[in-house]
């Protein structure tokens, strides 16, 4: 199945669900989720849940930082049970603002990698993206390329291109270099690979790579999964980019490359507790973590899953077993760190 339209809903909508949740007698066979993943990209698994066990998903989507606000407001009063979204920092907050609570099962707990879900269990990874290296085939070779810290080198002067440090995929790229080679290190790796950018930051991951194909740097660094959605989507500008740079898996033969997740959290005052567990069960199962392969180009998180052809194409890589709770925990020195190298 394939479901490119988006979902923004009106303000007023989402605050009559919300009343609805809040007003309503909980019934037995409904859960309510927050998520920040857009709605195509999470309902077509949602109705397959309530297909196979008849309860009902009524589901709000948002920004994950305004998601978070949200649920911090609603307090005791939040009709949320479940909240999904993006990057391991984000779930750090999420646990830090009192807004979730532990939650462990032998299903979870098997089908979820210790080091992509939270060690009490307050959230768990549903689906894994790299943020690799991206190099222009024309001027660049596999070759010259080795690791994150290499992209410090002074030979790389005027040629990368890189998000804003305002990104929490960055953040917690940085955050992940401090986990392994302490706050010293990574400070004096920031401040080189700020020298050698191309351009000061702007745009999201898409942008970063079409740069790279156009030739106003000859290195990205971005998330796997854009890469997917420009080769595999409708705007033929995107595609012909995307042919033009490759991937680089960076620091294989060390820790490997940084990963992070999207991942569920079951809410602190979560009513409909037993359905929302079991919904974090379903999306774990083989046949959901395969469906989010095949159509958002992200990695299985449960071991022994098929990937899809196209992420077959990228080829197998290592990648860094750190526990991704540890990105929320280095979050504000990585932002500090960029701050000082100037990364705007």
């Known amino acids: 199945m394939a479901f490119k339209s988006t979902f923004f809903a009106p303000l007023s909508v989402i605050l009559t669900v919300a009343a609805l949740f809040a007003e309503g007698v909980q019934a037995a066979g409904e859960v309510n989720l927050y998520s920040a993943r857009k709605e195509a990209l999470i309902k077509p698994l949602l109705d397959r849940f309530t ?3 008849g309860i009902t998903v009524n589901l709000v989507t948002g920004g994950a930082d305004a998601l978070l606000k949200r649920l911090q407001s609603e307090g005791r009063n939040s009709p949320a049970d479940l909240l999904i979204t993006t990057d391991a920092g984000r779930l750090y907050r999420a646990r830090e603002a009192g807004v979730t609570q532990p939650v462990v099962t032998e299903a979870l707990r098997q089908a ?15 689906s894994l993206r790299a943020r690799p290296i991206f190099y222009a085939k024309a001027r660049v070779s596999a070759e010259e390329l080795s690791s994150y810290e290499g992209l410090a080198d002074p030979k790389w002067a005027g040629r990368i291109c890189i998000r804003s440090s305002g990104n929490i995929y960055n953040q917690s790229l940085v955050a992940s270099m401090i986990a392994h080679q302490g706050e010293a290190k990574s400070e004096q790796w920031a401040l080189g690979l ?14 970063q790579i079409k740069a790279a194909a156009a ?65 974090m069960e379903f999306l774990v199962q083989p046949e959901s973590q395969s469906w989010y392969a095949e159509v958002n180009y992200e990695y299985p998180v449960r071991e022994g899953v098929a990937w899809s052809a196209l992420l077959q194409q990228w080829g197998r890589f290592k990648s860094d077993n750190l526990n991704l709770s540890e990105l929320g925990k280095y979050n504000s020195q990585a932002v500090m760190i960029m701050d000082r190298a100037g990364w705007k």
Request: net charge negative; charged share 25%; with cysteine.
């Open 194 to 207: 700020v020298k050698n950018f191309a351009r000061s930051p702007k745009g999201g991951d898409r942008d």
């Open 51 to 53: 297909e196979q066990t």
């Open 215 to 279: 030739g106003e740097c000859d290195i990205a660094v971005a998330n796997t999964y854009y890469y997917g959605g420009m080769i595999s989507g409708k705007d033929e500008a995107e595609r012909q980019a995307a042919e033009k740079v490759a991937v680089f898996w960076p620091n294989q033969s060390g820790r490997g490359t940084h990963v992070n997740v999207s991942g569920a959290a079951l809410t602190a005052h979560a009513r409909n507790r037993d359905n929302a567990v079991k919904l």
């Open 112 to 126: 979820v990698p210790e080091a992509y879900r939270e060690p009490d269990g307050h959230w768990y990874g549903l």
